[in-house]
Every structure is written in structure tokens, then in C-alpha cells.
């Protein structure tokens, strides 16, 4: 375990300290923070829906409960379209880190004496792992600790506030976040496994979000809605894909593999 | 101590290492040359269990590769071709990191007392990235010290250095010597193995000869002996011809050199014999033969 604590640290203090790297994990999620809660401020403030539940279209009704009037409904549909938004923070991010972390030091040539020392490869893939996992999630979960908090700050309707913490976004910010970050993470290393230029390596990598960016466009134009059953389905899929990324990772990620084919 | 018995590797059809079979008893510093390409690096990979072999086998400090490779990289240390250190991070940071991960048990006082051993103390504190390349050289050196390994693999120490860099790092190792470690040279740099190395592997992707490097100017030159002789010429050449001891006699510029067996033996007789001619005898010598010479004689016949 201290080993993974040790590098852990070791790429918290050298990866921090790329000024895009640092970008990514402080300004990405304070705007995808934002964005949502400016639609909010700005449907809160506004006159001009009323009405009841019953008249708003069948998609929207699905998201409200009878309590809330059209206006606050239409703010919950609106916010509701991005929350897939969180999910590129635990994409992104793990993409970017991995990327700096593997590719530098493939540049560096500091994998061999790494991997000289007593730590396996297990402790160092967990520990890299780990490095671009966890900011990730702090961000994505400070990130969705912020939008709720301003959104009890500016909505006076405590109902909207209990919409916006349904079983969806829960499995959304607390399951598929983090299986999000794995397949990041492991996409990242197979990437950086064949090329040696870091910046192309996080350009390849964040295809990753092109996924998430077609649910976001087919929510908008109501092909898709993001039911609870699209994302219990979402989990199991991911958890297919994350099985399936790890394990080509993993493969690549062997002493002599690293040693004699990682140029 | 490291052994090999027969220890082969290949990479799909070309073969690196090729039935390499020696023995390197504790405390000895054993060079290992070779042209570019021959698999001296392979060979430090496999015996530092950072890559496996495809036959054969290995042990080192007691322990199998293969079998142990986590308690043989917790008993050596590898000094690789580039020092591989992290630039954006402090020397001390550096050391630190690898402290850690080779379980040493005093982090702060390891990385204090190898800091200083390699005069790098005042400086620990800048990044890695400030450094010459012989500091970054001494730093990595440091590297492979922390956790005190009983075997030390340096591949090419002095590469790149200038001759006061090349200088302190060999008074380094011959510093490390004395306290009993064995040293594995992989390096280009003949006449810093000469120096430096109790016997030596010359290797092209198998093992050519090994020994101490006198014995192999004996072995491939055999040795010669200088006469310089106010008035040399032919017929003392062919007097001397006639010992039995000597192999071969020859003029060159007024010299005659004269290859034989065990000269502390024999030169007296031939110092009779030549004043006896009624020679003028001004020196004696022995016709040194550098290992460069020996090396290329080696690599070519391979």
C-alpha cells in the first residue's frame, strides 16, 4: 500500500505542475458547474411559465413529480439535460493525467529504473491508476456538491431540489462517474502505450467523451431521455466496457512489454 | 554474486543473448564489453529480473530469476544508460521516491548521506531539471545506492561525461568497491575498465573471452619484449630467434621486439646473449598492448 501511496504522490507532483493538466481538473468542472446553475438562475428568474404538470409534454412528466407546476417541471427537464455534462469531468480528466503521467515518462526514460525498484506492476498500474481517478472524482463530486448547494440557494422550491437528487443522478455522479474514470484510465494507457508525444496522447484519448457528447445531443433532440432503466443499462454496459479495457491495458502494462516495446 | 548458466534470449528471430555461462564471485568489479547492439543491456535486464530469459538460468545475491525477482531487485541496484530522473522534481524529492519504493527504513538519512557521499547536498532542493548532465549522472548513481544493494549494475557510468565528471565517478566506484559490493560495468570506455575491473566478459551476443584484463593482453597478444640497441641489427634478431622460449623476433626502428613467454624468466638469458654479440644495451622494456587493442583484435575474430 505504500508503494501506491508513494506513487500516487509522485504523480500528483509532477503532473500538477503542467499548466494544461492543471487546467483540465480546476477550470473544466467550475464550468460545467456553472452552466447549469446559470439555466437555473436564469428559468428562476424568469415569468414566464406557469401552468401545471399535466400540461407539459409526456418526456417531461416522466422527470416531475404532480407537486411541481409546469415552470419548476421545465427547469428540471432543462437541468436534467446536463447532467451528462458531469459525466465528461470523470473523463476528461483521467484521460488528461494518464496521458501527461505514462507518455512523460516514456519520453523521460524513467519507466526502466521505475520498474528496477521492488514495487510490481500491479502497485505501479493502481497507483497511476489511482493518481488520475481520484481528482477526478473530487472534482466530479465537489463539482455536483456545488450545483446542488447553489441550486438550494437560488431555487425557493425545495421539491425541484429533491428532483435534482433522484436515483438517476445519484447512480449517474456515484456509479457511472467512477466506472467513467476507469475506462479513461485504461483507454489513456493503451494510447500512451504507442505514441510518445504527450498532447497526442490526451487529443486520442478524449475520444473517450464522444459517447457521452451523442447522449447529450440525442437527449437535446428527445431521441434519448435518461431514464432510470437507460441508466441501470448505461452501468452494465460500462461495466462491460471497463472489463474489456482493463484487461487490454493490463496486458500491455507488463515489465518486459513496457521494457521492450513501449519507444 | 552472479551466476549464468547458458542464458539465452531471444526477441522473435534474432537472438540477443546466446548461451552465456559465468560466474561472478562477491566483490569483484566485472566489466562487460561489447560492440553496440551485442546485449550487454539485455543482459543487465535479465539479471536485474526486469525482463526474462528464454533459456538458461540465472541467480543473483543467492536468488533466482524468475523465481525471486522481487528480492533480486531489492538486492541490487541499476544504473541505466539514461539516468531517468524526474525533472520537474527536486534531487532530494527524487531520491525520496525511490527510497520509498525500494522499502528503505530511514528515508531522510539515506537520501542525506548519499547526497552528500556525491557532493549534490547544497543542491538538493533544485529540480533535477537544473542539473549537468555528470550531476544528473551522480544523482541517479545515488539512486542506485539508497537501499544499500549488495550488487550495483552500472551500464555505460561515464557516457557522456567530461573527463573531471568521468574521473569523480570512478573514484566513486572504486569508493563502493571497497566496501565489499560487486560491481557489473557495462561500458565502451576500454580504458575505464581497464582501470577499474578485476576481470572482464568481452561479448558479442555470446560471451568471446573473459578475464583479467592482463591476462588477456597475454592471451591474445602474448607478450612482447623491447630491446633498445645502439646498433641493432639482423643478426642479433636471429641469434635471439634461436631461444627456445621465444616465439617471435623482429626489427623495428632500431628496436628489437621479442614475443616470449614468462619474460621475468627468460630476459635475463637473452640480455647474455645480446651482450654476449657485443650489443649496446641501452633499455628494456615490455611492449604494453593496450585493451583497445585487445577488444578490437577480439570483436574482429568474432
Redesign the interface.
Given at each position: 500500500m505504500n508503494k501506491i501511496k508513494t506513487i500516487i504522490r509522485k504523480e500528483w507532483s509532477e503532473v500538477f505542475k503542467n499548466r494544461l493538466v492543471l487546467f483540465t481538473v480546476a477550470f473544466l468542472p467550475l464550468i460545467l458547474t456553472a452552466i447549469p446553475l446559470g439555466i437555473i438562475y436564469m428559468t428562476s428568474t424568469s415569468g414566464d411559465f406557469s401552468g401545471s404538470v399535466g400540461d407539459m409534454p409526456g418526456e417531461f412528466n416522466a422527470l416531475c413529480s404532480a407537486d411541481l407546476s409546469g415552470g419548476d417541471c421545465f427547469q428540471v427537464f432543462i437541468v436534467s439535460q446536463f447532467m451528462i455534462m458531469f459525466m465528461i469531468i470523470p473523463l476528461a480528466i483521467p484521460a488528461s493525467i494518464s496521458s501527461y503521467s505514462i507518455v512523460g515518462e516514456k519520453v523521460n526514460r524513467s519507466l526502466e529504473p521505475l520498474l528496477a525498484t521492488p514495487i510490481t506492476t500491479a502497485e505501479l498500474l493502481i497507483g497511476k491508476s489511482l493518481a488520475a481517478i481520484i481528482p477526478a472524482l473530487a472534482a466530479t463530486w465537489i463539482g455536483f456538491s456545488i450545483f446542488i448547494l447553489g441550486s438550494w440557494i437560488i431555487i425557493s422550491n425545495p421539491e425541484i431540489i429533491a428532483n435534482f437528487l433522484d436515483v438517476r443522478w445519484l447512480i449517474a455522479i456515484f456509479v457511472i462517474g467512477p466506472l467513467m474514470a476507469l475506462s479513461a484510465v485504461a483507454f489513456s494507457i493503451i494510447i500512451s502505450s504507442r505514441v510518445n508525444d504527450p498532447r497526442v496522447a490526451e487529443q486520442v484519448s478524449m475520444i473517450i467523451i464522444i459517447p457521452v457528447l451523442a447522449v447529450f445531443f440525442g437527449q437535446m433532440a428527445g431521441i434519448i431521455t435518461l431514464s432510470i432503466v437507460f441508466m441501470l443499462a448505461s452501468v452494465i454496459v460500462l461495466g462491460l466496457v471497463d472489463a474489456i479495457l482493463v484487461f487490454l491495458s493490463v496486458r500491455l502494462f507488463q515489465r518486459e512489454t513496457i521494457i521492450t516495446r513501449w519507444k | 554474486m552472479i551466476t549464468t548458466q547458458n542464458l539465452t534470449k531471444k526477441?522473435d528471430q534474432i537472438t540477443a543473448v546466446e548461451n552465456l555461462t559465468l560466474e561472478i564471485p562477491e566483490g569483484e568489479v566485472f566489466g562487460f564489453l561489447g560492440p553496440n547492439g551485442a546485449g550487454k543491456t539485455t543482459t543487465v535486464?535479465i539479471l536485474?529480473s526486469?525482463?526474462?530469459p528464454t533459456a538458461g538460468s540465472a541467480t543473483v545475491n543467492g536468488h533466482v530469476i524468475g523465481e525471486e525477482d522481487?528480492d533480486i531487485?531489492?538486492s541490487?541496484g541499476?544504473l541505466?544508460e539514461?539516468?531517468?530522473?524526474?525533472?520537474?522534481?527536486s534531487a532530494e524529492?527524487n531520491l525520496e521516491?525511490?527510497a520509498?519504493?525500494?522499502?528503505v527504513e530511514d528515508i531522510k538519512g539515506q537520501v542525506e548521506k548519499y547526497l552528500r557521499f556525491l557532493g549534490l547536498w547544497e543542491r538538493r532542493n533544485d529540480v533535477a531539471a537544473t542539473f549537468s548532465k555528470g550531476m544528473k549522472q551522480k544523482l541517479?548513481i545515488a539512486?542506485a545506492l539508497l537501499h544499500e544493494p549488495r550488487t550495483l549494475f552500472l551500464d555505460e557510468p561515464t557516457a557522456g561525461l567530461d573527463p573531471e565528471a568521468s574521473r569523480l565517478v570512478r573514484e566513486f566506484i572504486l569508493e563502493i568497491k571497497k566496501q565489499g559490493r560487486t560491481i557489473f560495468i557495462c561500458t565502451h570506455n576500454l580504458d575505464e575498465a581497464d582501470r577499474l575491473c578485476d576481470r572482464i566478459g568481452v561479448f558479442k551476443t555470446r560471451l568471446l573471452v573473459l578475464d583479467s584484463p592482463a591476462k588477456l593482453r597475454r592471451q591474445v597478444f602474448g607478450r612482447k619484449v623491447v630491446f633498445h640497441i645502439q646498433q641493432a641489427d639482423q643478426s642479433l634478431v636471429d641469434k635471439l630467434s634461436l631461444h627456445p622460449h621465444v616465439t617471435e623476433a623482429s626489427l623495428i626502428d632500431q628496436k628489437i621486439v621479442v614475443t616470449i613467454d614468462d619474460p621475468e624468466t627468460h630476459n635475463p638469458e637473452l640480455i647474455r646473449i645480446l651482450v654476449s654479440e657485443g650489443a649496446d644495451i641501452q633499455f628494456v622494456g615490455e611492449l604494453r598492448r593496450s585493451l583497445e587493442d585487445v577488444y578490437l583484435q577480439l570483436v574482429k575474430n568474432a
Open positions: - | 526477441f535486464r536485474t526486469l525482463i526474462t522481487i531487485r531489492r541490487v541499476l541505466t539514461t539516468p531517468g530522473l524526474y525533472d520537474n522534481l524529492r521516491i525511490y520509498s519504493l525500494y522499502e541517479a539512486r
